[in-house]
């Protein structure tokens, strides 16, 4: 790849970040995220029970959910990333899906055909 190829890519992701890890007493839940060394937040999840209860939305109703996740609060413009892919994992008590996401542009080199891609996942 060489150096400036990978400069440009630890400009573009957080190679390097901190996990951390949250539990409330009472609360069985896990919370969790991945901090960059700038302090910006480049990921975040909460681990639910498999047998918590949820709504058992169609994949169109959970996408649309996601996608105005995505647009007000993370402020991504989708735009900018094609859609890859809906997985559905059906549980006792809700349906969750996992949504991927691929940028349109970002390759890793740009010049390689089968250079890497920058993916965004959406639980």
């Known amino acids: 790849m060489g150096l400036e190829a990978a400069n440009e890519v630890m ?8 996990y951390c890890r ?8 896990i919370y969790e ?10 990921w975040a999840d909460i681990r639910l029970l498999e047998e918590t209860p949820g709504a058992k939305l169609s994949e169109q109703q959970a996408r649309a ?7 007000e609060h993370l402020h991504v413009d989708l735009n900018e990333w094609r859609f890859i ?8 008590h809700r349906l969750d899906y996992t949504f991927v996401y691929e940028h349109r542009q970002k390759r890793f080199p740009l010049t390689q055909k089968d250079a890497a891609t920058f993916r965004l996942w959406v639980k």
Do not use: C, M
């Open 33 to 42: 995220a991945g901090i960059a060394t700038d302090g910006r937040v480049i």
């Open 85 to 92: 892919s809906a997985t559905q994992n059906k549980l006792p």
């Open 22 to 29: 949250w539990v409330r007493t009472g609360d069985r839940h």
């Open 65 to 71: 959910i996601a996608e105005r996740f995505l647009r």
């Open 11 to 18: 400009r573009e992701i957080a190679l390097w970040h901190y």
